[in-house]
């Protein structure tokens, strides 16, 4: 009941970055990853894995940029 906040919209959102991040779309994958970031912290908190997982993709991306 988290509607667009739900954590399955983050994960759509975490895959719509990585797509992003392969086209070398690197600004609109860190969008993307942000927001993903941002609720998967708000609805699992800061240190469950998933949000490690986008933490991760950042960093990746943030190589590459």
């Given at each position: 009941s988290l509607g667009d906040r739900h954590p399955?919209?983050?994960t759509?959102?975490?895959n719509?970055?990585?797509v992003y991040r392969a086209?070398?779309?690197y600004e609109e994958a860190?969008?993307?990853y942000?927001?993903?970031l941002s609720i998967r912290k708000e609805s699992l908190g800061n240190r469950h894995?998933?949000?490690v997982i986008v933490l991760n993709?950042?960093?990746v991306l943030r190589a590459l940029m």
């Open positions: 399955s919209v983050a759509t959102l975490n719509i970055a990585f086209q070398g779309r860190l969008a993307y942000e927001e993903a894995p998933f949000v993709n950042i960093r």
